[in-house]
């Protein structure tokens, strides 16, 4: 799909939500691609943000500001004619441009130029909708599988948390958790993984750690025993990603076999605020035989159920990029990382 111009000036409103500019001008998931149909009108929260979505006849997504510039009614509350959104209370009338097209009142007087709608951009890619409230800084992040045959993709979510966005990914690239939050899963509580040193190095697309080595009892939708080396990236401060090289294995933890499959996972954080967030993933398998899409799924929803259950006990819930605010330990080194990381960008919305 192609990018929706965005116009350049900003509604009143904005200036109640999230100021941080790094998280302005960055991607964010809002939806899969599949929960916006055409000819209805979706209400989405982002940054603290009250937008409107919609799908007109062409395919094209549009975001814009829940707000009608007239009065100040919330466009979402309104309805779809003739492939223009109308506004509830005066019958305004806005085309796929934003512009205000009629105002019934007085119809046959040609609406000022300032009579428009607050577009934002957005673009479809990966199955998702991205939005981005400011200036793009940059393009959305890769997803190295999407267009490999090789790989099964799964998305699975929403997964509401009642959490922070930054501490929700800080869990999903940490593998200490396993043995206690995914017992029998990823890890077993009365003989967990001893991790050995790792690195992680800052690139061009974020961090990236080497491979941390677990022992998974069941460590994938097949149900059965792996070794698994996970490779973590940060590709955002919102969007994590991790590529795990995986060899079945033995109840005790030992490889049986010298063949690695991959199962690689694509995290995408809707921050709704500084203390709320909706998770969305991505999975890419290339495993041989294939499980099916709903065991890809059903696990995804017990890992991610238990992830935000422990999540959203953390306090404080906004997550401290000081380091001197919480105890870190060289196991703990790619979400220290993480953090220091957020703090070079002068992240200031949802941090201490």
Same mark, same amino acid.
């Given at each position: ?109 040609? %609406?000022?130029?300032? #009579? !428009?709608?607050? &577009?934002?951009? =957005?673009?479809?890619? @990966? ?6 409230? *400011? ?81 998974? %009892?069941?460590?994938? #939708? !097949?149900?059965? &025993?792996?070794? =698994?080396?996970?490779? @973590? ?6 969007? *994590? ?96 990382? @993480? ?6 960008? *002068? ?6």
């Amino acid at each position: 799909m192609n990018l929706i111009a965005v116009s350049s000036h900003q509604p009143i409103t904005a200036g109640d939500a999230c100021q941080d500019p790094v998280l302005l001008n960055d991607w964010h998931v809002v939806g899969y691609a599949t929960d916006f149909v055409e000819g209805t009108l979706y209400p989405v929260r982002l940054l603290e943000r009250e937008l409107v979505a919609w799908r007109s006849s062409d395919g094209q997504v549009h975001v814009w500001e829940d707000l009608c510039i007239h009065r100040g009614a919330r466009l979402s509350k309104g309805w779809i004619k003739d492939d223009k959104v109308v506004c509830p209370y005066h019958g305004w009338r806005y085309n796929g441009e934003g512009a205000c097209t009629l105002m019934p009142a007085a119809p046959d007087e040609t %609406p000022m130029k300032k #009579a !428009r709608a607050f &577009p934002c951009a =957005a673009v479809e890619r @990966y199955g998702f909708v991205w939005v981005c409230l *400011g200036t793009p800084a940059a393009d959305i992040p890769v997803f190295p599988e999407w267009e490999s045959e090789r790989f099964m993709k799964v998305h699975s979510g929403p997964y509401v948390y009642e959490a922070n966005g930054f501490r929700a990914v800080e869990n999903f690239i940490d593998a200490t958790h396993f043995p206690f939050v995914h017992a029998g899963l990823n890890g077993v509580m009365d003989n967990p993984d001893r991790l050995e040193p790792y690195t992680v190095e800052e690139t061009a697309s974020g961090l990236k750690s080497s491979e941390v080595r677990v022992f998974q %009892p069941w460590g994938d #939708a !097949r149900g059965t &025993p792996l070794v =698994a080396f996970y490779t @973590y990236h940060t590709f955002r401060p919102l969007v *994590g990603y991790f590529s795990k090289r995986t060899q079945a294995a033995n109840a005790e933890g030992q490889p049986v076999t010298e063949h690695s499959d991959t199962f690689t996972t694509f995290f995408t954080v809707q921050a709704l605020d500084a203390t709320r967030s909706i998770v969305r993933v991505l999975a890419s398998l290339d495993v041989d035989p294939r499980p099916s899409a709903e065991a890809v799924r059903e696990r995804a929803d017990v890992v991610f159920g238990q992830d935000k259950d422990i999540v959203e006990t953390q306090r404080p819930e906004r997550i401290p990029v000081e380091l001197r605010y919480e105890l870190h330990h060289r196991t703990d080194l790619m979400g220290q990382r @993480y953090r220091t990381w957020l703090r070079n960008k *002068g992240i200031t919305y949802g941090v201490i």
